[in-house]
T-cell receptor, first 117, second 110 residues
Framework: DADVTQTPRNRITKTGKRIMLECSQTKGHDRMYWYRQDPGLGLQLIYYSFDVKDINKGEISDGYSVSRQAQAKFSLSLESAIPNQTALYFC????????????????FGPGTRLTVL | RKEVEQDPGPFNVPEGATVAFNCTYSNSASQSFFWYRQDCRKEPKLLMSVYSSGNEDGRFTAQLNRASQYISLLIRDSKLSDSATYLCVVSPWSWGKLQFGAGTQVVVTP
């Protein structure tokens, strides 16, 4: 089984709908992240969480919210989806106790392809 | 100006040849540097970290030039399976937040 899973893998929805994307991990990592990827752009950080009680906005948090239900679960919500939120969304995890002493390697889920019509 | 810039390519490389490409970053205080690989519309995966002294991992060699603020990746003896998009990743901080370039596409042809 994959260490980082995302559901759903594909979703088509309409403008104004509320959408939740879910991420689960079995790696035991404390840090979790949500990114979006658009063609021709690098991954952009939406939100990140360094532990269950720590939630932080990333570069592009407007229109999104998150919930860290447990160390292993981090969900992303679009309260009222709009077409420019059509993108590929990735969840990632990292372990603050590991790594090279500077920044810890991030492990990505398989992605959710979201289309907002 | 983007924080991390890459030539999008594609770099078309005959099988067995060598290909190299760079990435520039704008924050001189950047702490850590990585190359990730991303296959078509799949998740990015860490290829290698980039150390100040440069490092090799098999056919892959990464270099860091802090004075000119760029990192490079060289692939020797290219394989068809090396076809992918290579993402340059920089961490301006010491606590796990990463900045991604848009990627350089490499296409290895028979």
């Amino acid at each position: 089984d994959a260490d980082v899973t995302q559901t759903p893998r594909n979703r088509i929805t309409k403008t104004g709908k509320r959408i939740m994307l879910e991420c689960s991990q079995t790696k035991g990592h404390d840090r979790m992240y949500w990114y979006r990827q658009d063609p021709g752009l690098g991954l952009q950080l939406i939100y990140y969480s360094f532990d269950v009680k720590d939630i932080n906005k990333g570069e592009i948090s407007d229109g999104y919210s998150v919930s860290r239900q447990a160390q292993a679960k981090f969900s992303l919500s679009l309260e009222s989806a709009i077409p420019n939120q059509t993108a590929l969304y990735f969840c990632a995890t990292s372990d603050s106790s590991g790594g090279d002493g500077y920044t810890d390697t991030q492990y990505f889920g398989p992605g959710t392809r979201l289309t907002v019509l | 100006r983007k924080e991390v810039e890459q030539d999008p390519g594609p770099f078309n490389v005959p099988e067995g040849a060598t290909v190299a490409f760079n990435c520039t970053y704008s924050n001189s205080a950047s702490q850590s540097f990585f190359w990730y690989r991303q296959d078509c519309r799949k998740e990015p995966k860490l290829l290698m970290s980039v150390y100040s002294s440069g490092n090799e991992d098999g056919r892959f060699t990464a270099q860091l030039n802090r004075a000119s603020q760029y990192i490079s990746l060289l692939i020797r003896d290219s394989k068809l399976s090396d076809s992918a998009t290579y993402l340059c990743v920089v961490s301006p901080w010491s606590w796990g937040k990463l900045q991604f370039g848009a990627g350089t596409q490499v296409v290895v042809t028979p």
